[in-house]
């Protein structure tokens, strides 16, 4: 035997067959824990999951069920039959739909979260129960981020630039406080299910449970723990479900999607404007015409950006309605007449300038051209008076309840 030879390739240990009490979708039971896996083609890896579940139960002491909401064309709803599980099956696609759909059928007073390719030990399941069951958190989750992950079981992008950047984004966005924000291993109670309004259906699923969560002020904890490499083929796409996920965090934050770029991007016209009118200098240059036009355009785009997440709060239902003073203040005082009367007091003050430089214009036999800063000014304020009565007009049509 060569000295340079690999030692041989060991199998991963498979997990003796436990003697837990599963509950199965004919018994009158009422299991206390309820884990429910989405499956889709899992075949390789359901039994071993479904037996650590067994374990991690039977360790417990505890009855529980195991649910597995399928769209499989391979063995793998026979295979979970077979060994206790209750099968459904969802009629239509998508994760978050899996998800939702099964836990119409969960009985149990904890509900545990997880993915039937061998990626979470389901052994590690009491660490993340206790928290819940024993020290009164509303969700517990599995970091994997924070704990081990084994080689091969976590492409480089997703580990060190996609998994964190998306925390990073939810935390902020949603004061969520976690440090793995799409581990999929999740223990939560039925009434910290029964709070959330989970509606999506697609991998975005993920980031809508801890975005609500974290907006409604939940207790969300977590502990390490150990990802594996998986069993059978991948079904995540990086970039398409990256932006899902993206897209779905800034959608239902429209304070930091619209209202704070806008307020930024309003004060920063407004300032470099007034500094033009003025004819001021900043560190010895002077604000000339070309600023203050730029400074004009920047005043209207960032109302314009700012009334859009004005709009998306009283129009729609996002997750985080946006908590800036400034749009709290319009949108706890807003009527359709204060803001008439606002935007037809800016038009007024724009329009009686600009009839004034025009009229002096007219008078000098068209001579003597009006002041370009002040007709910058003028218009730029007309401009904006004219948005803000609009804009009104628009904010009280959203406003009205769906049923007259």
Known sequence: MSLDAEPPQT???????????IVGPDSDAVPTVSVVLPTMN???????????????LAALDLTGEIII?????????????????????PDEPGYGYAYRYAFEYARGDYLVMGDADTTYDFEELP??????????????????LDGEIRPGAMPALHQYVGNPLLTKFLNVFYDAGVSDAHSGFRVFTRDALQQLELTTDGMEFASEMIMDAGAKGLDIREVPITYHPREGDAKLDSFRDGWRHVKFMLENAPGYLFSV?????????????????????ISGQPIGIH??????????????????GLLSD???????????????????????????????????????????????????????????????????????????????????????????
């Open 261 to 281: 770029p806008g307020m930024v991007m309003g004060g920063v016209g407004l300032a470099v404007l007034v500094l033009g009118f003025l004819n001021l200098s």
């Open 291 to 308: 600023s203050m036009i730029a400074g004009s355009l920047l005043s209207i785009l960032g109302f314009q950006v700012g009334s859009f």
């Open 314 to 404: 009283i129009a729609t239902d996002p997750i985080r309605r946006p908590s800036d003073p400034l749009t709290t203040y319009i949108r706890d005082s807003f009527t359709l007449e204060r803001g008439l009367v606002t935007g037809s007091t800016v038009f007024a003050v724009g329009a009686l300038t600009a009839s004034y430089l025009i009229y002096n214009w007219v008078a000098s036999d068209f001579t003597r051209l009006p002041s370009i800063r002040m007709d910058v000014l003028a218009f730029t304020t007309i401009v904006l008076g004219i948005q803000i009565v609009f804009s009104s007009f628009f904010m009280s049509i959203t406003s009205r309840p769906a049923d007259r």
């Open 127 to 144: 660490k993340l129960l206790s928290l819940v069951r024993d020290e009164g958190a509303d969700i517990a989750m599995g970091s994997r």
């Open 11 to 21: 199998a991963p240990e498979t997990p003796a067959r436990s003697t837990a009490d």
């Open 69 to 89: 909401s399928d769209a499989s064309d391979d063995r793998t709803p026979d295979i979970a039959r077979e060994m206790g599980a209750t099968v459904v099956e």
């Open 42 to 56: 899992e075949e390789e890896g359901i039994a071993e999951c479904i037996e650590r579940i067994r374990n991690a």
